[in-house]
């Protein structure tokens, strides 16, 4: 039991020990962490290339107007005065985002945690996990297909259908799901949390079967014998990592809502009611081709999304050992 | 040799009987309901997968019903000859386009593996004195919106010179940060102890990498596998604006030029044949690497 601390970080022991002859700062560095730094550095390379100079060129352009035809200009702080003071749309999105990312966020996270949890210990495992992750192989034909009949407007839609047939709707006034300010969001949210479990689902699934049996036979003979408290004092201490990563990937997704939201409700939205922080920022850097503001609008919502990931990490990477 | 095997065999089989008399005897209503539970939850989850496969073998007729009917009344295989039809009059053939698929997704899935376990090894192990900022850093750029940063991302491309070959569709997608974060949560948990004995025996850093942290990593590689081929065998976008010559360009395309993007409905049935011929390689990496993971269910490092 001893050797499974929580403590993981503990990295010391195994760096080599320095020559006891003398040597530069430079070459003792190197001795200490260059076979780390020989492992990072393809990554390190490729990424740099890749993510991090696209990255602070768009950080670069959200201070300037580009329009993708003549060079950038520089504006300064122009595009955020404009974002926060006089453009209202963008309040809409902000806001639809927010009741979005705090409804869907929470719900989709504990769903595929729980759906993992349960789904490990059942027999047909492979086949329950195949039909589990379905949505994310199959998302883009799925969801216009299926949700879309589901929620069809019409009386034929097999809610309305349903809704008709039990006597709660009358057959010449059915429910305008898609185009009902007042169910666009949550028809949105529906069908958003059914197509995101999926990732999370892995990861948390890939956690419980790297834990160790031993702990769990450990944990009998100390006398932990209901499910829960396994769960709570073994299985949620040693799976922090995959939690932390559950929660920073379910962060991002659903705070990054557009896509399912432009197939159930349109673009432009009736009454902005499916309007979200993304679907500005598409309308601004693919339609009207101003890709200074949109870069405004994309540091926005990167600086929010970062700010929840540090609480996260924060709360998963709490040094306690169980 | 076979008569071990036929050993094995009989233990096994003798193991499952007196597991299933066990389990008989063990049901628990509580068990029942989860298992009720979990197929109205599964049923639920895998409908859009049912209605690809059944869409895929409806006559055309049947397409037309309103309201659509979930199964297929009279399974026909004429959505998938009509789209064979389609795919032989293709200037170049269709099987160009799977190799494409196939040797662009190979390759980055192999590389985007190698590339994050290594780094987050290095990063996790040997803690050097950045590690907290490249961490950061990784987090910071998983959390940009992907749709300000295309443009720059192919002002890179375009400078390395990559347009028009296979580089431009595996190179940008190695350095994934979604990939190193998850290799890293994954070694955090791997123990130093099994590294510092086998230090001891004199096995060298890579030696290491690749006999003891990669085997402990099977669950966490496996669901990489899965991720980065899905991703990299359905991605619709780089071989559009980053490929201009017909015999490079991938299945996804190709598909796209058949179905014609229109929303008609009498081609449903062709296109519900191309999604399901599209995602099979997919269900089976899915598959494949699921079993990978229940088998390698009994790893243990050190005994507690």
């Known amino acids: ?6 403590e993981r970080n503990e990295a010391k022991e195994f760096q080599p020990k320095l020559h006891p002859k003398k040597k530069g700062r430079f070459a003792a560095h ?12 393809p990554f390190i390379i490729l990424f740099t290339i890749f993510v991090i100079v696209p990255f602070f060129v768009s950080l670069g352009l959200s201070f300037a107007y580009y329009n993708m035809l003549e060079p950038p200009e520089w504006i300064g702080l122009d595009n955020y005065k404009l974002l926060f003071l006089e453009d209202d749309v963008f309040l809409i999105g902000v806001k639809n985002t927010l009741i979005f990312a705090f409804v869907t966020g929470p719900i989709g996270y504990l769903a595929s945690f729980f759906a993992a949890w349960v789904i490990n210990e059942l027999h047909a495992r492979k086949f329950f996990s195949l039909a589990f992750y379905a949505p994310s192989i199959t998302s883009g034909i799925a969801m216009s297909v299926i949700w879309l009949y589901i929620f069809s ?15 709660f709707l009358t057959a010449t006034e059915p429910i305008l799901w898609t185009s009902n300010p007042e169910t666009i969001m949550p028809v949105i949210i529906i069908i958003s949390i059914w197509m995101s479990m999926g990732t999370g689902f892995l990861v948390f699934l890939a956690g419980l079967q790297n834990m160790p049996g031993e702990l769990y036979d450990a944990a009998n003979i100390d006398g932990v014998k209901n499910v829960f408290q396994k769960l709570w004092y073994i299985t949620l201490p040693m799976m922090k990592p995959q939690l932390l990563f559950g929660a920073v990937n379910s962060i991002v997704n659903s705070f990054n809502v557009f896509g399912v939201a432009t197939t159930v409700a349109g673009f432009p939205s009736p009454d902005y009611a499916g309007h979200t922080i993304v679907a500005h920022l598409y309308d601004y850097a693919f339609i009207r081709f101003e890709m200074g503001y949109a870069s405004a609008i994309a540091v926005f919502l990167f600086v ?3 700010l929840l990931g540090r609480i996260c990490m924060k709360v998963f990477s709490s040094k306690d050992t169980y | 040799m076979s008569n071990q095997a036929i050993s094995v065999k009989q233990r096994i089989y003798a193991r499952r009987r007196g597991s299933l008399r066990h ?16 197929i109205l939850l599964v049923l639920f989850t895998s409908l859009p997968l049912v209605y690809l496969v059944s869409t895929a073998f409806k006559p055309l007729d049947e397409l037309y019903i309103f309201p659509p009917r979930f199964l ?5 295989f004429q959505n998938f000859s009509s789209l064979f039809t389609a795919l032989s009059s293709t200037e170049v053939p269709f099987t160009r386009y799977v190799y494409n698929s196939v040797l662009v997704s190979v390759l980055t899935v192999f590389g985007t593996v190698m590339i994050s376990s290594m780094g987050a090894f290095g990063l996790v192990k040997y803690k050097p004195p950045c590690a907290d900022f490249i961490f950061n850093l990784v987090v910071a750029a998983l959390m940009f919106p992907t749709e300000v940063t295309q443009i720059p991302s192919y002002m890179v491309v375009n400078k390395l010179h990559l347009i028009n070959t296979y580089a431009s569709l ?12 998850l290799m890293k949560q994954f070694i955090e948990q791997t123990p130093d102890e099994l590294i510092e004995s086998a230090k001891i025996d004199g096995a060298k850093p890579f030696m290491i990498y690749w006999k003891i942290i990669l085997p402990l990593l099977k669950p966490a590689v496996f669901t990489l596998i899965v991720f980065a081929f899905q991703s990299s065998w359905n991605d619709y976008f780089s071989p559009l604006v980053y490929i201009t010559s017909e015999a490079m360009k991938t299945m996804p ?23 399901l011929v599209t995602i099979i390689p997919t269900i089976l990496v899915f598959l494949i690497m699921q079993s990978g993971v229940i088998e390698t269910m009994a790893y243990s490092g050190i005994k507690a």
């Open chain 1, 30 to 41: 190197w001795a200490k962490y260059g076979t780390g730094y020989l492992f990072l550095a």
């Open chain 2, 170 to 181: 595996i190179i940008p997608k190695l350095a994934v940060a979604y990939n190193l974060f």
């Open chain 2, 72 to 76: 297929a009344m009279r399974p026909t």
């Open chain 1, 153 to 167: 407007p019409d009386r034929y839609g097999l809610i309305n259908n349903l809704l008709i047939k039990l006597g």
């Open chain 2, 23 to 38: 389990r008989i005897r063990k049901i628990k209503p509580s068990r029942v309901l989860i298992h009720i539970f979990m």
């Open chain 1, 304 to 306: 929010l999304t970062f």
């Open chain 1, 1 to 6: 039991m001893s050797t499974y601390t929580v």
């Open chain 2, 253 to 275: 395309l190709a598909i796209q030029t058949i179905s014609g993007g229109t929303t008609d409905l009498s081609r449903a049935g062709a296109v519900a044949a191309a999604s």
